[in-house]
């Protein structure tokens, strides 16, 4: 495929700035596109908290006014970029006196635990003032590619306020949902400030969904090709309300539009054979060096010597998407396993409450570190014999992936990349990499954690699951094709004049 320049939207990228799994994408995904020969520039906010590791330089690239209703807002850029690796990111900073992203946290404010009140008017900026950035930038771009709701005004504006700037003329624009749980759905003063007016507003327009705005809804109609990141979950989403999240309706309308790519990760920073955060290393022949971490994990969390009992790890946001009613259903029945429990995750007070709770009456079996905390992260993916993700929903989902790359046996709820990653093993045939349950019942997640631990106890078996895991590539290599593939798509329907235009949306919605 011919070099491309790609410039990719959005509000996170590791290690700048990482929430979940958002950041490790975008970031893995840049890098390996500009490894092979892409040019490739990420767009992101200018928080107060970004992280800019040693090895990164930063400099000015200059001001802009941005259109913000009748009037304009302020904005700031700086280039964030790699002294030996491939990232390049445009940092967009709001330089008006609401400073939206002058401010601790990224999405939530730390003290309240909440979002913010003006997220809606923070990425709408932030998506108006990219636009503007990538239009003066001086290099001319194939694709936009915009993810999650905080990037989704990005293709709309291309397509509309901008449809006649030729520093856009040929380019095709990708929407990524990685999680429609996460949509953005706010009372409809937003679009006089977007820049559209009241006559936008009617039942079923792309601006409209229930009386409301909704920043997701813009990005799926506007885009060229829509992505998610994986294949079950593109099914899903369409298929039914508890996974479209209302959406499904707007999804299926584009059916043939919408595609599913599976994450990959990152092999320079999840490697246990490389991993700069564990002090003992190893790989599929060679698994000694896990028993070291793993002694090391026990000790860091309390655990006394005996009973040796296989560790569960949990990290993980700490929100109801993630499963955790089945631990708190299914509490005694898990105090009763022969298992100790790892659990590293910040969110809602109710599971904190939970995890601390136990952590506070069975110290032996229970330890919680609430923080973010990325090398106890990698800690506990190669300690741990077992990672647990009962998730109600996983659009990918990328612990049991960084879980099978360091031999810890994912058990898993079947659903979305969950569903598409994690096969159950079979104790005769020695296939299958995991245990996976299906119904959301904590009775089905208690009895593949059995499962996990009859086979446990045969350690020749156990090596052979593990060695399943370790042995499959599920590098950024496979995914970026998957991009490649989409990205030529698109541009093969704007060279044939497919190019969506405010009328042309209007009309097929
Ligand atoms: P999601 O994006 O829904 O949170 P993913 O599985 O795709 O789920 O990605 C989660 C990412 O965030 C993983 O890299 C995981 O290790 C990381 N993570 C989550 N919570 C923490 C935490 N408290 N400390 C460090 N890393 C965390
Ligand atoms: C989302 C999803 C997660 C996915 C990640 C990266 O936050 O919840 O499943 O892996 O985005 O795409």
Redesign the pocket.
Known sequence: MKPLSIAHVASEMAPLAKV???G??VSALASEQAARGHRVLVVMPRYRDLQIPKGWKVHDWGATRVPWGMGQEPARFHIAEEEHGHLRALLVEHAGERRFFDRPGFYDDPNTGEGWPDNAERFLFFARAAVEALKGFGETFDIIHAH?QQAAWVPCFVRTHEADEPAFADLATIY?I??L?YQGIVDPWVLSVAGFSREFFFPQSPFEYWGRVNFMKVGIVFADLVST??PT?AREIQSSGEYGCGLEGVLRRRTGDVRGIL?GIDDRVWDPATDTHLDAHYDREHLDGKQANRRRLAMACGFPLEPDWPIVGIVS?LVE?KGFDLIEQAERELCDLHARFVVLGVGQPRYQELFRRLAFERPWQWHFATAHDEALAHRIEAGSDLFLMP?RY?????NQLYSLRYGTVPVVRST??LADTVREFDPITREGNGFVFAPFEAEDMIMALRRALAVHAEPQLWEALQRNGMSQDFSWRASTDGYDRLYEEALERIAHGRVPTLETVRDSF
Do not use: A, F, K, M
Request: with cysteine; glycine share 24%.
């Open positions: 979940g799994g958002l490790d994408v999650d990524t990685h999680n749980g990141v994986s979950y994450n946001r998407q998730s996983e659009p990918c989902g990328l979305g990349g």
